[in-house]
Structures are given as C-alpha cells and as structure tokens.
C-alpha cells in the first residue's frame, strides 16, 4: 500500500510551498488508494510553538487536505528515537564521539585554511587497528553515524531522475546531541521506517539530506521509500518566493478572502500539468494526478492566475453558498444581513465584478448599513442639473411596479423628460444610494435596495 505523509515543522505558519507539498503526498495517496500521515517534526524546542502546530492543522482543515493517521509529534517518540540509537551503538553503525565544539571549529577553520571541504575527521570513528584516544573524564559525546567510506549512495528521484553522491563526500552524522536528544535528519529516518512510508513528497531543499537518510535506513535493515524531490516556487517576479508575492500563511488567503477550492486549484498547477487543464476539481485531480508530470524546473506563482482562479470558482458557487460566506465576513464586521435585501440576490448581482470574497463584502455592505456618501462624491457628480431630475425620479419611485424592468423605464422617462443624458442621472443615482461609483447597472441596484430605503436615501435631495 502507498503511504505518504507530510512533515512540517511548527516553527512558523504553513505557507504556499508547504501546502503544495501536503497537497501532492495527499493526492498521490488518495489516487492510489493509499494512506496519508501527518507528521509534526518539532524537535527544535527553541523555535516550535502550540500557535504554529494549531496554524499547520487549520490550514490542513481549510484546505480539507484530511489524513488517515496522525499527527504524531517527534517530541513524543524520544524513547523510541533513544532505544534505535543503542541498537546502533551495539551493532557498530553509530559510536561516540568526545570531539568538542571548540575543537571542531578549529578543524575546519583549519581545513578551509587549506582550501578543503570542511568536514569531521573520523577521530573517533571505530576501525580495525585503529587505537582511539582515552575519553576525556566529564565530557558526554555526541553519537555519530558510522557512514560508508566506499561506493556511492544513489537513488532515482521521481521527479528530478537519477541522483548520485559519493559516500566519500559524506562525513558521520551527528544523530544524537550530547544531551541525548536526536538530530533530525535521525528522527526522520526512524519515523519513515517505523511508519511503513514508501513515497517521500518533499521539497528538493531536502536533496542533500536523502543520501544521509538512505544510508541509516540501509544500516537499519529498513526499506528504503521512494523520492520525490519538489522544485521551488517562484514569486510573479522570478525571484524567491517572499512574503510580498504569496509566502504567507495558507490562512492569510482565508483571511484575504480566496476560496480553498481555488487555492487547491491553483496550488494543483504548480509545477504538475494534465494536458491543457486548468480548472478542475479535487476529485478530478486525484483520478489525475501522477508524479510522471511534475516538473523538475521551478514554478512561479503568479497572483493574477490565483485571483482568476478564485473568480471562477465564486460565480460557479450556488448565489446561497457564496451568500454564507458573505454573512459571516460581514457578520464579523458587525454587520446584520437581516436588515436589508436578500443577500443571495445581491450576491448574484455583483459577483461578476469582485474576484475574493472580501471585495464582494465591501461591495454588498452598503445595503446593510447606513451610507453618507462624502462631500468630495457629491461634490463630482451631483450637478445642480442633476438634482431636479433627481426629486423627479424620487417621486416615481414611489408608485412604480418594483420590478427592474419598470425601474429601468422610470430612469428613461425622467432622462428624457430633463433633457439629459444616462449618465447624468445614473451616476448621480449611484452615488446617493449605495456610495459608490462602480456598480451594476442603476436600474438592477435599485431593485435590490428596495422601495423604503432608495426613498429614505433620496430624501435629502429631493429639494
């Protein structure tokens, strides 16, 4: 059985390129009928925080990116992290190692000094006729991996092809601190083999660590998974990806108001392809999705291609759902949406014109709220030509059919009968009963406003 999983940190949010990687080990197990397991990597006590677990697992729940175990936390498998590393110890793949920090950094100053790679030396690696020096009393070692000297450690990387290193370029890993509290890269080899994982999903930031990982596994007698190694995202400009152009939280985008469907969407494109396809759903993109397809180039986020994307999904989403979304947002605002028009009417008649749903909130909640249009709007647009008309209009509102198309036939009537031209009233128009200058046309945002409120908002310019 494949079986995935997604591995964060909890140092900080789950941002874009994460939410890629959990989306792509998510699909490759739900395509295969797999499982996928959520792994919280939080070792570094110093940077790893209850916030930053609780952001990972909202923006897997946004994104409705559901696992079928976990999450485990590294923190709470330490005994089992500890009883592997005494099996090591005791099969000669590990040993201990008294060099100090001091006496490291001496050491490669040293061998920089000589224009050499710096590495450990292997002083205190254990060899056949090797005679180690006595450790020194009062000092606890760190445990090293007792890498292969000889050969090469290669693996066929499911995105980036064949990758080879020489394991003469590799020198022994710390796997265990002196306090005794395991490294990384250790930690992660132990839970991909205690957690049957047999595709690896993740950034091609982790390349350099696979050889070292590959290497435990083979000395554990552990089947060693399959990689695939993701390129980097790139911000709309080609450079790394930063917080200006979409390295933000995953719920940044709920707060700016993107839909998850869009975001999973668009995240689905980046870097993967089926044929032309750009628009599709989850479903459609599990029966799809591969790693054959993935591109071993950098993808580039383009935010124009999210908001498009977004677009589309709010207008293919029934007026009611979308209306609940709206709610809420304006709810939080303290807006009530019970005191106007129908919500779901409204949204149907200005989704065209917003691409998030916080631009359809600021659009919609004029109809909710008392509106003074500012003395710079009047000031443009409602001419002294314009007012008389404007009373005119008024007066038939309030014995005409409430119905857009008789509306629309009171707006032609009294532009003719004042010799003016559409705009002359229309604009105006907008601007007394909603505050804006952008909107769909007069005839439709009358209707929706209703006979009570179009008259009380007119009131004051009927003289």
Not at 46 to 72: F, H, K, N
Not at 395 to 404: R, S
Request: with cysteine; proline share 6%.
């Amino acid at each position: 059985m494949v079986r995935t999983r997604f591995a964060p940190s909890p140092t900080g949010f789950l941002h874009i390129g994460g939410a890629r990687t959990a989306l792509f080990s998510w699909a490759y197990a739900r395509h295969h009928g797999g499982q996928f397991i959520l792994r919280i990597e939080d070792t570094d006590v110093v940077r790893s925080t209850p916030e930053a677990v609780q952001a990972i697992l909202d923006g897997m729940a946004w994104l409705g990116l559901d696992y079928d175990e976990g999450p485990y936390y590294q923190m709470q498998r330490m005994d089992r992290y500890k009883e592997v590393i005494q099996q090591m110890l005791a099969a000669g793949t590990a040993y201990p190692c008294y060099m100090s920090a001091e006496e490291l950094d001496a050491l490669r100053e040293a061998q920089r000094a000589r224009g050499e790679k710096p590495r450990y030396d292997g002083r205190w690696r254990p060899e056949a006729g090797k005679t180690l020096p006595q450790p020194p009393a009062g000092v606890a070692p760190v445990i090293r991996f007792k890498s292969p000297r000889e050969g090469a450690v290669a693996w066929d990387d499911l995105v980036k092809g064949h990758i080879e290193f020489a394991n003469a370029e590799l020198d022994d890993l710390i796997i265990a601190r002196t306090d005794g509290t395991p490294t990384y890269n250790f930690c992660v080899v132990v839970d991909d083999w205690d957690m049957g994982i047999t595709h690896v999903i993740r950034g091609d930031d982790h390349v350099n660590n696979t050889p070292r990982q590959i290497n435990i596994l083979k000395a554990l007698g552990a089947t060693v998974p399959q990689y695939a190694h993701l390129s980097m995202i790139l911000g709309d400009d080609g450079t790394k990806l930063s917080k200006r152009h979409g390295a933000v939280s995953v719920m940044q985008y709920d707060e700016d108001g993107f839909l998850p469907e869009a975001v999973n969407n668009y995240l689905a494109r980046l870097g993967w392809s089926h044929g032309d396809d750009e628009i599709f759903s989850r479903e459609q993109f599990t029966e799809w999705f591969d790693l054959d397809h993935i591109t071993p180039s950098a993808a580039q986020f383009n935010t124009e291609k999210l908001l498009w994307l977004n677009h589309h999904y709010m207008k293919q989403m029934p007026p009611e759902a979308l209306a609940a979304r709206i709610a809420a947002r304006l709810q939080a605002r303290g807006i009530d949406t019970g005191k106007g028009p129908d919500l779901a009417q409204a949204v149907a008649l200005y989704v065209d014109r917003c691409n998030t749903l916080n631009l359809l909130a600021d659009a919609l909640e004029v109809f909710y709220i008392d509106i003074h249009p500012s003395p710079e709007l009047l000031a443009q647009h409602l001419s002294d030509e314009a007012r008389p008309a404007i009373a005119d209009f008024a007066v038939g509102l309030e014995q005409v059919a409430w119905e857009t198309p008789a509306i629309a036939a009171l707006i032609k009537a009294t532009v003719a009968r004042h010799g003016l031209k559409m705009p002359k009233l229309a604009m105006p128009l907008r601007v007394l009963l909603t505050g804006q200058t952008q909107t769909p046309s007069v005839d439709a945002v009358v209707t929706l406003i209703g006979r009570e409120t179009a008259l009380a908002r007119l009131a004051p310019y009927r003289e």
